[in-house]
C-alpha cells in the first residue's frame, strides 16, 4: 500500500534528475489547462484597473461624456442595425469557441498524453521532451477520443453536483497515464482500468492533493513564482509515483 511520504520522496528525486524538463512541462500543461481562462481573467481585470484609473486621475465627467456619446450612437441605430450587429458579434463569438474547442480536443488532448508519458518516464529515470509528441505518434485518434470523452463525462457529472463531478474526475485520474502507458489499449479498457485502479484510493489521493496546499498558498504569495519553478513540477512527479504505485499494487 502506498505512502505520502515515499510518493513524495519519489516525486523529489526525479525533479532533481529531470528539473529544469519538469518546469517546461509543468508550464506547458498549466498554459493547456487554464490559459484561455486567465486570459480571459486578465482581460477582466485590466477593464477593471483601467476604469478605476480613470476615475483616480479625475477623468470621471470625460468618461461620462464618451458613455454617452456611445448611448446616443446605438440609439440612432434602427432596429434592424442593432440586430445585424447582434448577430455578427454572436457569429464571431461562436466561432471562436468553436476553434477554442477543436484545437482542445486535436492539439491540446495528445499534448496532454504526451505530457503524461514524459511524466512516467521522468518517475522512472530520465524524461525526455520529444515524449510530448508521443500522444501524436502513438494512437492519437484513440487519444482524442479518450480525453475528449473523459472531459465530457466529467462535465456532465459536475452539472448534477459539485461531489459527484469531484468524484468521477478522482475515478479517471489515471486515464491519461493509462494511454500514454499503454498505446494498444481500447477506449472500454482504458475506463475500466482506471476505475479498477482508483477503488480505495479516490480518498487518499484527494488527501495527497490537499498535502500540497501550503505549497499552494506560498506559490499565491509569491505570485505564482514558486508555483512555476517547483510546486507545480513536485505535483505533477508526484501524481507519476501515485500511478506507478497503485500500478505495481495490482501486479
Known sequence: MWKRKELKQDAKAALKRNYWKTV???????????????????????????VSDTAQTGNAAVSMSYSSQIADFVNSMSFG??????????????????????????IANP?????????????????????????????YKRNVKVIFLRDLFIVLWSM???????????EYRMVPY??????????????????????GNKWRAFVLDLSFILWDLLGLITCGIVSLLYVEPYKHLTGAALYEAINADMM
Open 24 to 50: 517546461l512541462v509543468a508550464a506547458i500543461f498549466t498554459s493547456l489547462a487554464g490559459g484561455m481562462g486567465v486570459m480571459s481573467s486578465t482581460g477582466a481585470r485590466g477593464m477593471a484597473n483601467a
Open 81 to 106: 442595425t442593432l440586430v445585424s450587429v447582434a448577430l455578427i458579434l454572436c457569429a464571431f463569438f461562436a466561432v471562436v469557441l468553436v476553434l477554442a474547442l477543436l484545437a482542445k480536443i486535436f
Open 111 to 139: 499534448v496532454e498524453v504526451g505530457i503524461f508519458k514524459y511524466k512516467i518516464n521522468a518517475i522512472n529515470g530520465t524524461g525526455r521532451i520529444s515524449d510530448l509528441g508521443e500522444g501524436f505518434d502513438v494512437s
Open 160 to 170: 448534477l453536483f459539485v461531489i459527484p463531478g469531484i468524484v468521477k474526475s478522482y
Open 178 to 199: 493509462i494511454l500514454a502507458d499503454n498505446p494498444d489499449m481500447d477506449r472500454k479498457e482504458v475506463f475500466k482500468r482506471s476505475k479498477n485502479m482508483m477503488i
